[in-house]
């Protein structure tokens, strides 16, 4: 079964950090692209973290540059991501996607509750 799932998610206060973690099962990710995303009450799903095949490049929301670190690991068939300075408006769900290739449609996780609050 094709599947992704995230963890590491919690209640922390502002400042403090988080590492989110992301294991694919039932297919390797090292042919995708692999993507952090979140999702806050009312609002709707925005990318935070993008990483390529090798983990040679990334991206990141404005939002979470200097703050937030994604990596990957083929090997282990995983993506991480590590969240720093944690704000209040870092509160959401986050979210792994394998993005799509030519032979794959988008995978998504089922997600993981972050809550930064004071």
């Known amino acids: 079964q094709v599947q992704l799932v995230e963890s590491g998610g919690g209640l922390v206060q502002p400042g403090e950090s988080l590492r989110l973690s992301c294991a694919a099962s039932?297919?390797?990710?090292?042919?995708?692209?692999m993507n952090w995303y979140r999702q806050a009450p009312g609002k709707g799903r925005e990318m935070v973290a993008r990483?390529?095949?090798?983990?040679?490049?990334?991206q990141y929301a404005d939002s979470v540059k200097g703050r937030f670190t994604i990596s990957r690991d083929n090997a282990k068939n995983t993506v991480s991501l590590q969240m720093d300075s944690l704000k209040l408006e870092d509160t959401a769900v986050y979210f792994c996607?394998?993005?799509?290739?030519?032979?794959?449609?988008?995978?998504w996780g089922r997600g993981t509750q972050v809550t930064v609050s004071s």
């Open positions: 996607l394998a993005s799509s290739t030519p032979l794959h449609s988008d995978t």
């Open positions: 039932g297919f390797t990710i090292s042919e995708r692209i």
């Open positions: 990483i390529s095949t090798t983990g040679a490049t990334t």
